[in-house]
């Protein structure tokens, strides 16, 4: 149970880190590439290296799923690789990634907002107080942003707008995956999860101009989109979906937190990115009461 516990919350670490990180690179690449292309190029590839994996590994069993499951299995898809890309990358189009990455941490109230309207979790008062000093946290971060620079005027709404859609599909992506999860592998929700989405994506990409962008991409766009396919699409994605399969979903969003942590680092590092003390204190009331101050009950051992 111990070790099973520990690589859940190891894996939900790295996957948090890895979307962080993703934040900065989808922030960097969606300058030159559209957002629904980007969004293809970055769940097709993750989709196309898990489906290998799952042929190559011995595992094709894991491929096999029940006809009347697939709906269960389309709607994950289209909600957290369809909408959730989509609504990601036109908000960095508009607002900087360490705003992004912020709006992005309220995740974890959602998730137990969520968990509880579907009697999955049992919303604690801590956790209720939590929302409101979380929102608060937010709302006082975006407001310094917003007098510091608000130039960006109503694209910056927008953009914080998206970015919060944003977090309510991740929100519920981890509420509703938890019935996949009775019947199958953390790998194969993920992997039908992200070939139905990015297959959904496709036709509008196509119209957006996806052929005609890939002959320009210079070598740094193309890095990025590989690290975006693989890291950030295929090992994050799954190893989210991993830890959601033996972790509650408000357990597993708590990490979510470490997000706005290496977006900020990154962005400050590598985009130049201000960062104020106002703006830092913000992120900090979100963390803290998010942050579980001990542990939970794992739930019960699906079966597989």
């Known amino acids: 149970m111990i070790p099973q516990r520990l690589a859940a919350n190891t894996a939900a670490f790295v996957a948090a880190v890895f979307f962080g990180s993703s934040v900065v690179a989808v922030r960097v690449a969606v300058q030159e590439v559209p957002p629904l292309s980007l969004a293809v190029l970055r769940f097709g590839q993750g989709g196309l290296l898990l489906v290998i994996v799952l042929l190559l590994v011995g595992t094709r069993d894991l491929l096999h799923v029940k006809w009347h499951d697939l709906p269960l299995l389309i ?3 289209a909600i957290l690789f369809t909408v959730f890309p989509v609504t990601f990358n036109a908000s960095l189009r508009l607002i900087e990634a360490s705003r992004g990455a912020l709006v992005l941490a309220t995740i974890p109230l959602w998730s137990a907002l969520l968990a509880r309207i579907a009697r999955s979790e049992r919303l604690v008062p801590r956790q209720v107080v939590g929302v409101f000093l979380s929102l608060g946290g937010v709302g006082l971060a975006l407001a310094e942003r917003g007098v510091v620079g608000w130039q960006g005027g109503l694209g910056a709404v927008a953009g914080d707008g998206l970015m919060l859609v ?4 991740g929100a519920a992506y981890g509420v509703l995956a938890q019935r996949a999860f009775a019947r199958y592998n953390a790998l194969t929700v993920t992997t039908y999860a992200m070939v139905f989405g990015t297959l959904f994506l496709l036709p509008a990409a196509l119209v957006e101009g996806l052929v005609g962008v890939l002959p320009q991409l210079d070598r740094q766009t193309v ?7 693989v890291f950030g699409g295929a090992l994050g994605f799954f190893l989210w979906t991993f830890a959601l399969s033996r972790l509650s979903p408000t357990q597993v969003s708590v990490y979510i937190n ?8 990154l962005a400050a590092a590598l985009l130049a990115e201000h960062l104020t003390i106002i703006f830092i204190a913000g992120f900090g009331a979100v963390l803290l009461v998010n942050w579980p101050k001990r542990a939970e009950a794992a739930p019960a051992e699906r079966s597989r």
């Open 166 to 169: 944003t977090a309510l599909c």
């Open 258 to 265: 470490l997000n706005p942590l290496v977006a900020m680092v």
């Open 223 to 229: 890095a990025l989109v590989v690290f975006l396919g």
């Open 75 to 77: 709607l994950l898809g």
